[in-house]
């Protein structure tokens, strides 16, 4: 989790995405802070962007590193107090400069990612094609990744054969490692038995 939470902030702008009116919209904004409680950012509170956290209450957020690892979280948003804002001028001073601070004129607010879930999706090659870890945090639960090889397996080895990420190992039945599997569906398209069961996602 803290690990998910750091790599956003050194990528710092990332997409972060709401609801309006029904369609999706997305746009860069800046991790400006993190702790084990949470991420937090802010927006101005005139914009269109401010009324659709304060009317969803969720956001979802993601980002790519520069090795090609991937992480994304949804979860619950509260709008913070002034105290919330201290806490961000602290550790963004350079922020001084593009908006200063105004005690008489409050116009930014800021939010607090409070719960949620997500994963760190690495497609960097550096020891696998991929591999992924979930994790959830305030009181959030999340799915474990990947297909999943029922009792009706008849241990053919079609699946293992056809996997691109060698994901899958022999067993009674076979099995489907999580963390390798990319949740393309190979194994499930030649399965002739229809014993892999399709993932459930996040």
Do not use: W
């Amino acid at each position: 989790m803290i690990e998910a939470f750091k790599m956003l902030r050194e990528i710092k702008s990332v997409v972060f995405s709401t609801v309006n009116n029904g369609e999706p919209a997305a746009r860069i904004i800046d991790v400006m802070y993190y702790d084990e409680n949470g991420l937090y950012f802010i927006t101005i509170k005139v914009k269109p962007y401010y009324r659709q956290l304060i009317e969803n209450k969720k956001v979802a957020i993601t980002g790519l590193t520069k090795d090609y690892v991937q992480v994304r979280i949804v979860g619950n948003i509260v709008e913070l107090d002034k105290e919330g804002l201290d806490k961000i001028y602290t550790n963004n001073p350079e922020l001084q400069k593009l908006i200063p601070k105004n005690e008489e004129v409050d116009t930014m607010s800021v939010f607090h990612l409070y719960k949620g879930k997500g994963e760190i999706f690495d497609l960097s090659g550096k020891n696998n094609k991929l591999e992924r870890k979930r994790f959830a945090f305030g009181g959030a639960t999340v799915n474990e990744p990947g297909l999943k090889i029922t009792d009706k397996c008849v241990e053919c080895g079609k699946c293992k054969k056809s996997c691109p990420f060698n994901a899958i190992e022999e067993g009674k039945p076979y099995h489907i490692d999580p963390k390798f599997c990319d949740e393309c569906g190979t194994c499930y398209d030649v399965c002739p038995v229809n014993a892999i069961e399709l993932p459930k996602g996040m």
